[in-house]
């Protein structure tokens, strides 16, 4: 366990730390011992509104909104360079609290300060149209932030994830309340602290801890919040969507998927099965690009399984915070629950090749041993359904019309990977595909100017390099005749 652990988080108002109106708390669970290792307040209607009327007021009346984007960025990397000095306690307590592996808790931290880098450069680098219509009109863009942007993060990799919203929102002069998940509310405690040392004033970040059903659907539902970002399941993403009509809010939605990875005949196999594995067993498989489902081409179709399940049944499961460690322990007991059910019915659906349930040596813990189920149908539930766990269906494909269909056959839309050493059957693919990002030949890595979204039920919008200051900032056009 790591040391100076607290036993109680608070939500953070107007630069203070406070208890729920009501003192109400939940229980929050560490995913190895599965027991309470500490109550984090659980915000309701009454904390949102406190908070909101902080973002509200700091943006009215305080200095965020005014500052030069160059003066704000200075402050975002100080954000950046604290966050980066103490990516070991931050890797440290991620691990902890969610159980992800630590190395890659370790990558996450770096990724998060990467974020604020990122959006503190960009902001400083925005440039803004304007047209000219020569002796007769002049037209400009004035780009102006909205105002109290609602964000609201799921529980994997969530200190990472809440830095992708909260760097864009606050470098483009926005104000914040920050609604993290209930499994995993530690390290969402600690950007008060990162906040405050860098000199953010008080008021810009707030963050209420709390149930989605109650912290979370207050702040969509509240009326001074113009802006909803939201990460998570596809299901809260609709009820969301619902539930923020009536306001007519600013929505962005990153969702659920159920990802295809592609794997032709002419592929280069040893990096197509390297890639594949980490591609659903990292992060735990936890991970909303996993390449979840597995389509290979019929030539290679056995080789595949064959050497697939041999590597997975490789893939090191150990306690968090052992380096060595590339599975971790999933999240919660409720999630592991429901990642058993699926494994129990991939038995009925598919071929069982690899794993299958808890691994030798861990009565205890919510651990899963990496799984692999071959020859599965297409109307299986496992090749539907996000399972978000280290369970993986392959299926084999005979044609590219046919790997289309497949890959496409499903209510997701989020990511798709294609490994094939023929360039135009690529591209042609990856055209084709319903993904909102394809990696052709490559590992899942990211560079940050790309949009990043999903079509289908994987989400609404676009975030990622000017998308995202698109997204927190109005643009208001002026037309001046000359
Ligand atoms: P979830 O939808 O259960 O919860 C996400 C957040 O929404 C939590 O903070 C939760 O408290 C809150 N919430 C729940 N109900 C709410 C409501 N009625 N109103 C307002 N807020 C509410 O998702 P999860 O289980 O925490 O996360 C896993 C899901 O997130 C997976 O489906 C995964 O694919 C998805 N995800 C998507 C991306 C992406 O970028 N597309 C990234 C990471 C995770």
Same mark, same amino acid.
């Given at each position: 366990m790591p040391s100076d652990l607290p036993d109680h988080l608070q939500h953070y108002i107007g630069g203070e730390h406070v208890d729920s109106a009501d003192g109400a708390t939940f229980a929050v669970l560490d995913?190895?011992?599965?027991?309470?290792?500490?109550?984090?307040?659980?915000?309701?209607?009454?904390?949102?509104?406190?908070?909101?009327?902080a973002a509200r007021h700091a943006f009215e009346e305080g200095p965020w909104p005014r500052m030069l984007p160059r003066e704000r960025s200075r402050v975002l990397h100080r954000v950046a360079d604290i966050v980066e000095s103490r990516d070991a306690r931050l890797a440290e307590l991620e691990s902890f609290d !969610?159980?992800?592996?630590?190395?890659?808790?370790?990558?996450?931290?770096?990724r998060a300060a990467e974020n604020f880098r990122f959006f503190a450069d960009l902001v400083v680098a925005q440039t803004d149209d304007a047209f000219k219509v020569p002796g007769r009109q002049l037209n400009y863009v004035n780009r102006k932030p909205i105002g109290v942007a609602g964000l609201i993060t799921p529980w994997n990799t969530p200190f990472m994830l809440e830095s992708w919203k909260l760097g864009p929102a606050l470098a483009t002069g926005n104000t914040v309340?920050?609604?993290?998940?209930?499994?995993?509310?530690?390290?969402? !405690?600690?950007?008060?602290?990162?906040?405050?040392?860098?000199g953010v004033?008080?008021?810009?970040?707030?963050?209420?801890?709390?149930?989605?059903?109650?912290?979370?659907?207050?702040?969509?539902?509240?009326?001074?919040?113009?802006?909803? !970002?939201?990460?998570?399941?596809?299901?809260?993403?609709?009820?969301?969507?619902?539930n923020a009509a009536p306001h007519l809010k600013g929505l962005s939605m990153e969702l659920g998927g159920k990802s295809p990875a592609v794997v032709f005949a002419d592929a280069d196999l040893d990096a197509a099965i390297d890639a594949t594995i980490f591609g659903v067993f990292s992060l735990n498989g936890e991970r909303c690009t996993a390449g979840s489902r597995i389509l290979v081409q019929r030539e290679i179709y056995d080789e595949f399984v064959e050497r697939y399940a041999a590597q997975a049944t490789r893939v090191v499961v150990g306690p968090p915070h052992e380096a060595t460690t590339e599975v971790g322990a999933?999240?919660?007991?409720?999630?592991?629950?429901?990642?058993?059910?699926?494994?129990?019915?991939?038995?009925?659906?598919?071929?069982?090749?690899?794993?299958?349930?808890?691994?030798?040596?861990?009565?205890?813990?919510?651990?899963?041993?990496?799984?692999?189920?071959?020859d599965v149908p297409p109307d299986a539930r496992i090749f539907q359904e996000e399972i978000f766990g280290p369970v993986v269906a392959i299926t084999p494909f005979d044609t590219d019309e046919e790997a289309l269909a497949l890959a496409n056959?499903?209510?997701?839309?989020?990511?798709?990977?294609?490994?094939?050493?023929?360039?135009?059957?690529?591209?042609?693919f990856a055209q084709a595909v319903d993904a909102g990002m394809v990696w052709l030949n490559s590992n899942n890595v990211r560079d940050l100017r790309t949009p990043f979204g999903g079509v289908k039920a994987s989400g609404l919008g676009h975030e990622g390099g000017y998308r995202s200051i698109d997204f927190y900032t109005h643009q208001q056009a002026v037309h001046v005749t000359l």
């Open positions: 995913p190895v011992s599965n027991e309470t290792y500490l109550q984090a307040a659980a915000g309701k209607a009454a904390d949102v509104d406190r908070a909101v009327a !969610s159980g992800l592996p630590i190395t890659q808790a370790l990558g996450q931290a770096r309340v920050l609604k993290p998940a209930e499994f995993t509310p530690l390290s969402a !405690s600690l950007w008060a602290g990162i906040f405050e040392e860098a004033p008080a008021g810009v970040f707030n963050l209420v801890h709390g149930l989605g059903e109650e912290a979370g659907d207050a702040l969509v539902k509240h009326p001074d919040v113009p802006l909803i !970002s939201f990460t998570g399941e596809s299901r809260t993403g609709q009820l969301i969507f619902a999933l999240v919660h007991p409720e999630h592991y629950d429901k990642v058993m059910r699926y494994i129990e019915l991939g038995k009925t659906e598919g071929r069982l090749v690899a794993g299958g349930g808890r691994p030798d040596g861990f009565p205890t813990g919510n651990y899963v041993a990496p799984t692999v189920f071959a056959g499903v209510q997701y839309g989020l990511a798709a990977y294609v490994w094939t050493n023929d360039l135009r059957r690529a591209h042609t």
